[in-house]
C-alpha cells in the first residue's frame, strides 16, 4: 500500500483530494475511494480503481470495482475488460451482475468477443443477473445478437415480467425477418 507504484496507492492519493476523504489513509482509504468511486463521476479515480487487482478484493469490493468501470470511458473499460469478465463466474450472484453491467459498457466490436461469455449466464439462478446479461447483450450488434435469438426468445416465458420485458427489448433491435 505504500509503495507509490501500488494501485491502492494510487486509489488512496487520487481519493485524499475528495470531500471528506482527506483524513482518512491506508486500506480504509482504498475501500472507501472504491465505493466513491462506484458512485461517482470521477474519471481518475475510476481509473486508479481499474487498476487494482481483483483478487486482492473481497466480494462487495469487487462488486464496487465493476460499478466504478462502468463509469470508465469506452477505451479504458475496454483495456480493462480482461479483468471484469472472469467475474461473470464469481460465486456471488451481485459480483456478476455487477460483470454484466459493466459490460454493457463497451464498445460494440469488443463486447461482442465476450458474447459467448455473457450467453453462457442467461440461465444465472439469479433474475438479477439474467437481466444484467440481457441488458448487455442487447448492446451488442445485431449480427452477433443474432446468433442468440433462441437464447433470449426462451426468457419470454420466464415467470418474472422483468426478465421477459429485458429479453422483449433486446429481441426488439433484431429486424422482423430475422425472428421468423
Same mark, same amino acid.
Given at each position: ?63 464496487? *470495482?465493476? %460499478? &466504478? !468501470? ?8 475496454? $483495456?480493462? #475488460?480482461? =479483468?471484469? /469478465?472472469? +467475474? @461473470? ?43 444484467? *446479461?440481457? %441488458? &448487455? !447483450? ?8 443474432? $446468433?442468440? #435469438?433462441? =437464447?433470449? /426468445?426462451? +426468457? @419470454? ?24
Amino acid at each position: 500500500l505504500t509503495s507509490s507504484n501500488s494501485p491502492f496507492f494510487l486509489v488512496a492519493s487520487h481519493a485524499q483530494r475528495l470531500p471528506n476523504m482527506e483524513k482518512t489513509s491506508g486500506p480504509a482509504c482504498v475501500l472507501h475511494a472504491i465505493g466513491l468511486a462506484s458512485k461517482m463521476q470521477d474519471e481518475e479515480l475510476a481509473r486508479s480503481v481499474a487498476e487494482v487487482p481483483f483478487e486482492l478484493l473481497d466480494p462487495n469490493m469487487r462488486k464496487h *470495482v465493476c %460499478n &466504478a !468501470m462502468a463509469k470508465l470511458p469506452e477505451e479504458l473499460l475496454a $483495456q480493462h #475488460i480482461k =479483468e471484469v /469478465a472472469p +467475474l @461473470l463466474q464469481d460465486g456471488r450472484w451481485d459480483v456478476r451482475a455487477a460483470a454484466a453491467d459493466a459490460m454493457a459498457h463497451l464498445p460494440p466490436d469488443v463486447l461482442a468477443t465476450l458474447a459467448d461469455q455473457l450467453a453462457a449466464v442467461l440461465q444465472d439462478e439469479f433474475w438479477q443477473v439474467r437481466i444484467a *446479461v440481457v %441488458n &448487455a !447483450m442487447s448492446q451488442l450488434l445485431q449480427q452477433v445478437l443474432a $446468433q442468440y #435469438i433462441g =437464447e433470449l /426468445a426462451k +426468457l @419470454l416465458q420466464h415467470p418474472l415480467h422483468t426478465i421477459r420485458t429485458a429479453a422483449c427489448n433486446a429481441l426488439a433491435k433484431m429486424p422482423a425477418k430475422a425472428l421468423a
